[in-house]
């Protein structure tokens, strides 16, 4: 089954320390992103991946890190959380053959205490 | 900056009868635009794409329109049912690689 997943589903944890986000894919996508929501404020990228190796920042990247070293697996990384990171998290996949569709993981809640 | 604008209120509406989103952009020119699903707790589904050179796309029962003058995409769902049920955002895209999305319309559909 085609799927994007996200590990962990929750997540809470005390401000500075370290914590990552998994994000695997098995459509064989090049494209890769990052999502924050929050309540009045919707969806905010935080970086994307085009393929292996390159990224770029997305609207709201402060306070985060992303790598891209297997063209599967795009983990988020905060090195060092402070509660306003406080968020729901998602990660998607593009279609390759429209380059427009994205396929969305199922998220993961995070509590900086 | 460019900004999307969704109603913030939710919809209630009747089952049976055709729910009517909107969204408003301003401060760009997006070439497509798509409509996705959320329902609580998971990840947005895609639903329709439309492009800028298309006034209208179905699928099943959903609709789209796009209007590039007024800035406008409608999103009609026929026939509604409680399973339409859910948050619906749209974003309108102008780039390759950065997406903005509206912060949703949650609609209910009253059994």
């Known amino acids: 089954e085609a799927q994007v997943t996200q590990n962990p589903r929750y997540l809470i944890t005390v401000t500075g320390k370290k914590l990552t986000v998994t994000c695997s894919q098995n459509m064989n996508h090049e494209y890769m992103s990052w999502y924050r929501q929050d309540p009045g404020l919707g969806l905010r990228q935080i970086y994307y991946?085009?393929?292996?190796?390159?990224?770029d920042k997305g609207d709201v990247p402060e306070g985060y890190k992303v790598s891209r070293k297997e063209k599967r697996n795009f983990p988020l990384i905060l090195e060092s959380p402070s509660p306003n990171q406080t968020s729901l998290y998602f990660c998607?996949?593009?279609?390759?053959?429209?380059?427009?569709?994205?396929?969305f993981g199922s998220g993961t809640q995070l509590s900086v205490l | 900056s460019q900004k999307i604008e969704q109603n913030s209120e939710a919809l209630n509406i009747q089952e049976g009868k055709t729910a009517t989103l909107t969204c408003n952009y301003t401060?760009?020119?997006?070439?497509?635009l798509q409509w996705y699903r959320q329902d609580p707790g998971r990840g947005p589904v895609f639903l329709l794409l439309?492009?800028?050179?298309?006034k209208e796309k179905r699928k099943e029962r959903l609709k789209v329109t796009f209007d590039t003058t007024l800035k406008q995409s409608l999103f009609h769902i026929t026939a509604s049912q409680p399973a339409d049920s859910a948050t619906y955002l749209c974003a309108p895209t102008s780039g390759t690689y950065k997406y903005i999305f509206g912060t949703g319309t949650r609609l209910k559909v009253l059994a």
């Open positions: 439309i492009r800028e050179n298309e």
């Open positions: 991946s085009m393929n292996v190796e390159v990224t």
């Open positions: 998607a996949s593009r279609d390759d053959a429209t380059n427009e569709k994205l396929f």
């Open positions: 401060n760009y020119s997006p070439a497509y």
